[in-house]
């Protein structure tokens, strides 16, 4: 979608390599469009005119020529203390605002929440299981890395939400005749598609939060890191709850925000918002 509206009218034999970097140019400044976004258009307009050369529709592949795409490490951005209380007060009236709050309350990757299965949650030891994870579409039954497999503790709080949120999903599949046991499923209780879960969840939540920073669902990770590391929770505990190989490797990652000893993150953010009273 992002090749054809650009060469459709054109002779192939006519395309250069300064098409192709005018091409990859206009993708770059466009803000909706990604770095990763960028590198598959150019990856298929490569595989594209590579199968063109074979077939002698033309001579050469122009497009290994072009511009290469580096890709950028996103910039942190977490969210306030603020910020997150606002956000969690409004993610109430969204459909998934559990989600977020299982999010911003783990440190979970997004494709880890979405594979998750009620055989990962023991609710009476409030503890939750990470082995494996949902992304691009695809599922893994791996973390993104081996330390990445791991054994969470949760807070009373969110262990009660995820308690109702049960028994409000498992009374919708018998209604439904459905047979998912997904924690989060849609309508017909497959997997959760992350793009329509950001543009029509996450974005409006966003929006409605007054937050206008160009914030990522992963942002969310960051956040938990950054909000309990400030609250002086242990690296080495915080590192265990974000899935790193090491604390080494937190600290690395978010050294603005390193401080000492202290508490279950959980419980930690918790407190946070128990004193706006927003919980009860």
């Avoid at 899935?243 to 990652?253: A, D, K, L, Y």
């Amino acid at each position: 979608k992002r090749i054809y509206p650009t060469f459709r009218y054109e002779d192939i034999k006519k395309i250069n390599v300064e098409h192709a970097d005018d091409w990859i140019t206009s993708m770059k400044n466009n803000p909706e469009i990604t770095t990763n976004m960028i590198r598959v258009a150019r990856k298929t307009a490569i595989q594209l005119f590579e199968h063109a050369r074979k077939k002698r529709y033309v001579e050469t592949n122009i497009f290994k020529d072009s511009e290469s795409v580096k890709h950028k490490k996103a910039k942190l951005r977490p969210l306030t203390s603020a910020e997150t209380i606002l956000m969690l007060e409004n993610a109430k009236e969204d459909k998934y605002g559990i989600i977020w709050s299982l999010l911003l309350k783990t440190g979970m990757r997004v494709g880890e929440s979405l594979a998750l299965t009620w055989d990962d949650i023991k609710f009476n030891e409030k503890e939750i299981t990470i082995n494996k994870q949902y992304t691009n579409g695809l599922f893994k039954d791996t973390t993104k890395t081996e330390s990445g497999e791991r054994k969470i503790i949760i807070s009373e709080e969110l262990n009660k939400d995820l308690m109702k949120h049960y028994t409000d999903q498992n009374l919708y599949n018998i209604q439904n005749n459905l047979n998912s046991n997904l924690v989060f499923a849609n309508e017909v209780g497959n997997y959760l598609n992350l793009s329509n879960l950001r543009d029509r969840h996450f974005t409006p939540l966003l929006k409605k939060s007054g937050i206008t920073d160009r914030i990522r669902i992963h942002d969310l990770r960051h956040t938990f890191a950054s909000i309990n590391l400030n609250d002086n929770v242990a690296p080495t505990i915080i590192s265990n709850y974000l899935g790193h190989s090491s604390p080494r490797v937190t600290m690395e990652v978010y050294a603005d925000w390193i401080n000492d000893v202290g508490e279950s993150p959980s419980t930690t953010l918790e407190n946070i918002l128990k004193e706006v009273d927003i919980n009860n």
